[in-house]
């Protein structure tokens, strides 16, 4: 695989997570897995259609999907190297009820991803498989996920870095905005584009640009307001490059440098951002990371004020296991991607959040995001 760049990013392959899968079934107290979360289908097959279940045994592995993913699915299946893995049945909604059913013959408990299925779709599969017993399980594919090899962590930097170029490209449009009265729809706009531009399939998630009173609202949407000079603007967003996100955030003071109350909430929530930068590496805990972060702004006299865990998981979604917040219990690995994301948000004066993506080393840490941190735009 070639990236924009022409250089040449390691080829994903799947084989391997099935067989790693296929070792944890027990510790699960299942002899078979029903995957329906369609990342964790594309994680363990490679096939990134909207619609598929992928039927885990211990000797076999099943894609089922219907006619408008025949070719596709026969291409990234092999493509991810699987092919001699993974066994494909395309039809009908029937057709692939009863090939399900015959994969599953033999099963004795066979787990559901309880996060994913609903009522309704619990009572077909425990009526589907007879007198099997079907049992709910929790973050089994997850738990694999959460650390990444090296074609995901070489996709994930690419994302970063179309995200990257994309901010430096329309930042620009900021520093203008006190005449030529840029809104923050516009500005969105013209971000997602550029990422677009750069080559990105799409973006990570829904872009936030927060000017003014609104940058104290930490998930804005953009709206017509006009960004103002002397204002602060969040802007909170990210790229998609085959599959993998990426996920940044930076505050800047259109017009230069920010003055009174909301200088000093930059200089803390940047001061915060970097300590928990500092304490990401293996070994350390999640919520030691949020500990971090959170005791500088306590000590400012902002605790309250930062009502947001400090960071979460990134990969094929833009939340991901685990958790970086007081309730964190994941300890962290090389390997595993983090988000070290604080902030203030004060009503009527603004808000700053400063935001890196962060993969763990087997020696400390190593950002994926690396546009600068200064203020003025």
């Known amino acids: 695989m070639t990236n924009t760049n022409g250089s040449r990013l390691p080829p994903l392959r799947v084989a391997g997570r099935v067989e790693r899968l296929r070792g944890r079934l027990d510790d699960a107290g299942v002899d078979a897995l029903v995957v329906t979360t369609l990342p964790n289908v594309r994680y363990l097959t490679g096939f990134s259609g909207s619609s ?28 991810a190297g699987a092919e001699d893995l993974v066994e494909i049945e395309i039809g009908g909604q029937q057709a692939q009820r009863d090939a399900a059913r015959a994969a599953l013959a033999g099963a004795r408990r066979v787990g559901l991803e309880a996060d994913n299925v609903t009522w309704e779709q619990s009572r077909q599969w425990i009526e589907l498989l007879g007198g099997t017993e079907v049992v709910p399980t929790t973050r089994v594919v997850e738990q694999l996920r959460e650390v990444k090899d090296a074609a995901e962590l070489a996709r994930m930097e690419r994302a970063a870095a179309i995200a990257d170029a994309a901010l430096g490209e329309v930042l620009p449009l900021l520093s203008a905005a006190g005449s030529s009265r840029v809104t923050e729809e516009q500005f969105a706009l013209e971000l997602d584009s550029a990422m677009r531009r750069a080559g990105a399939e799409g973006v990570a998630f829904d872009t936030i640009v927060a000017a003014g009173p609104n940058s104290a609202k930490p998930h804005h949407r953009p709206s017509g307001r006009p960004i103002g000079r002397g204002e602060p603007v969040v802007v909170d967003f990210g790229a998609l490059f085959e599959g993998y996100r990426s996920d940044m955030t930076r505050t800047f003071c259109v017009g230069g440098e920010p003055t009174g109350e909301l200088a000093t909430i930059f200089t803390v929530v940047r001061d915060s951002q970097a300590r928990g930068v500092a304490a990401v590496g293996p070994g350390v805990e999640a919520k030691a990371v949020d500990d971090a972060c959170r005791g500088v702004i306590a000590a400012a006299g902002w605790a309250e004020k930062f009502e947001h865990g400090t960071g979460h998981g990134v990969g094929l979604d833009i939340h991901e296991a685990p958790t970086v917040s007081p309730l964190g219990t994941a300890t962290l690995a090389p390997g595993v991607v983090v988000t070290v994301e604080p902030g203030v948000y004060l009503a009527g004066v603004g808000g700053v959040r400063i935001e890196d993506t962060l993969v763990v080393t087997e020696d400390g840490s190593r950002p994926l995001t690396h546009f600068t941190k200064d203020v003025a735009a």
């Not at 598929?52 to 089922?64: F, I, K, N, W, Y």
């Open 52 to 79: 598929g279940v992928l039927v885990v045994t211990a000797t076999r592995a099943l894609l089922t999907t219907d006619g408008r993913y025949r070719t596709q699915s026969a291409e990234q299946v092999a493509g």
